[in-house]
């Protein structure tokens, strides 16, 4: 299963924080194939204050394979697990978490992040989501 790795993950890894997530994601570069959104492309490169750093981030996210998350039928099934979850009384904090999820499960994507706002979806509508193992 290929693996989508979100914005939570890229911005600490950009940033040198070490994280389960951010140590799994180095030891997947070259032996997984690794995705990344549209959504999540702007949602990191948006953070950087300095051009040098933007540059070099975005240079580095395109090295891995782009892909546009957000159609129609995206959005329309987005919707619908939002109401869904929302039946249930979970409430999303944020759209694009929503996305992104959704995209995955429609996709077959497994996802790496650092977000509780993934979590009701791997718990209720069958996300695949990759959960390092914390170092001691």
């Known amino acids: 299963m290929s693996l989508l790795v979100d914005s939570s993950v890229w911005i600490d890894y950009f940033n040198g924080v070490i994280t389960p997530e951010t140590d799994y994601l180095h030891r997947a570069l070259g032996q997984e194939m690794i995705f990344t959104g549209d959504l999540i492309f702007a949602e990191v490169l948006q953070g950087f204050r300095l051009q040098k ?5 975005r240079m580095a996210l395109l090295k891995f394979r ?3 998350m957000v159609g129609v039928g995206t ?3 987005s919707a619908q697990n939002y109401r869904f979850l929302r039946a249930k009384g979970i409430t999303i904090r944020k759209t694009i978490d929503c996305l992104i999820a959704t995209f995955c499960i429609e996709n077959n994507l497994a996802l790496l992040h650092a ?4 979590d009701p979806f791997e718990q209720h509508l069958n996300l695949q989501v990759r959960h390092p193992i914390a170092k001691p």
């Open 53 to 57: 750093d933007f540059d070099r981030a």
């Open 75 to 77: 959005a329309v099934k």
């Open 66 to 68: 782009v892909v546009e």
């Open 115 to 118: 977000d509780r706002d993934f």
